[in-house]
């Protein structure tokens, strides 16, 4: 095993490296919110099916623009859910999302007409073709690509799915994640009163909710004491739940009880890495397991585990869902900022429109990677590189959103 330090693009690569693509399966329209789909979707209809009308009122039929005051008789009714009718040369009262009679090409509002009597009106507006008509394809056309793959499935494509009668799409099946906490400091429990020296369990808790936000399926959570002995056990739980990525917090530094990276030796893991040059989370360990299951081993700081989620195991599930790595924006700082060169910083930050409406980060104050209440504040990480010592107010950075699934779209006023 290799101790030295890695920059983070040496040990991203090694990570993208390990990982595979998904394999795909089908699940109906009804379950897919959040996944991510595998192939493209192409319209096997058109949307509409039919020219129908846009509004209440009466459907014709005229050589070029039909006048004012013309008068025609009312030939029949036409609402929502008619089948098809035969037009001759009169106007059918037609109802909103109605099918237009064959031969119709126009409609006028209810509004402006009136009736001569019951079986005549009098148009009181011009009628120009096409006015007030949903033509056949106009939303979607019959073998048209309408969502690409990659594509993260919302609410608004289930609409658009429902509308073109799709029963199942293909998407990347949802990789099995196991969650380890060790620390005998750490409390589940939030009833519990805490005992001298012990504090709460937040790595465990913001790993369960954060990773099923990046696509992953939690299928383990366990919380085991300072003990390899206990920890492997929990390992062989991890991987009897079907896990194919275990993420670990704690114990991967070179203290006494930091025993993960001797554990992995005893089981038969391969150390990829241990040590990136990296702030927070500089402690990292990536190993493969028998069985070709993936272990992120994070360092126990919140926002080190957070780093560590974001940076290094949310690009490993792009990977498995077929998707490409990201590119950030490239954002200006409203503050000046600077630390310590050699390390690449990931900062809690606050994406916001500065007073003359332009797009800024803020990085936020609070940056120790035991400092929870900061990231709760952030909506998005701004980076800079190992070997940026200063910035100045304006200078650009890369930035990234929460998730790697997410972008914040910055909608408060002046920061």
């Known amino acids: 095993m290799s101790q030295a330090t890695l920059a983070y693009a040496d040990a991203l690569r090694i990570v993208l490296a390990a990982s595979s693509k998904a394999p795909v399966e089908n699940v109906p329209i009804s379950a897919c919110i959040g996944r991510i789909l595998a192939a493209p979707v192409i319209s096997a209809a058109d ?12 459907a014709l039929r005229g050589h070029s623009i039909v006048p004012a005051g013309t008068e025609l008789d009312i030939e029949g009714e036409q ?32 509004e402006q007409t009136e009736r001569v009597s019951s079986t005549r009106v009098r148009l009181l507006a011009n009628v120009e073709a096409g006015q007030n008509v949903r033509t056949a ?37 949802r990789p099995r994640v196991a969650v380890l906490c060790t620390g005998r400091e750490l409390v589940d429990d939030a009833t519990q009163a805490l005992a001298p020296g012990q504090i709460r369990n937040s790595n465990g808790p913001f790993l369960a909710a954060r990773l099923p936000l990046a696509g992953a399926q939690v299928v383990h959570v366990e919380t085991v004491g300072d003990d390899a002995t206990a920890f492997e056990a929990a390992l062989r739980r991890a991987l009897d739940a079907g896990a194919k990525i275990i993420i670990t917090s704690g114990a991967v530094s070179m203290g006494r009880y930091d ?54 195991v949310e690009p490993a599930l792009r990977l498995m869902f077929g998707l490409p790595q990201e590119t950030p924006l490239r954002v200006p700082l409203s503050k000046p900022y600077s630390k310590k060169p050699r ?43 190992a070997d940026v010592d200063a910035l100045l107010a304006g200078a650009l950075v890369d930035v990234h959103g929460l998730g790697h699934l997410e972008f914040p779209l910055p909608c408060e006023g002046a920061a």
């Open 137 to 173: 394809g106009s939303d979607v056309s019959f073998d048209e690509n309408v969502l690409a793959t990659g594509t993260m499935l919302q609410p608004q494509h289930v609409m658009l799915l429902a509308a073109l009668g799709v029963p199942s799409v293909p998407v990347a099946e």
């Open 343 to 385: 390390l690449r910083f990931h900062l809690k930050s606050r994406l916001h429109i500065d007073t003359q409406g332009r797009l800024a980060v803020e990085v936020l104050d609070g940056q120790e990677s035991y400092r929870i209440r900061p990231l709760s504040e952030a909506n998005a990480w701004a980076v800079v590189p």
């Open 79 to 110: 609402a929502a859910g008619d089948g098809i009718a035969q037009a001759r040369n009169g106007a059918w009262e037609i109802m909103t999302g109605a099918r237009l009679p064959d031969g119709l090409d126009r409609v006028i509002p209810v």
């Open 47 to 58: 949307l509409p099916p039919f020219d129908n009308s846009a509004m209440d009122g009466f």
């Open 259 to 312: 025993f993960v990276p001797q554990a992995l030796e005893r089981i038969g893991a391969q150390t990829l890495f241990h040590k990136v040059a990296i702030r927070p989370g500089k402690p990292l360990l990536f190993a493969k397991l028998p069985g070709d299951v993936l272990l992120f081993g994070l360092p126990g700081n919140p926002i080190a585990v957070a780093v560590g989620l974001r940076f290094f």
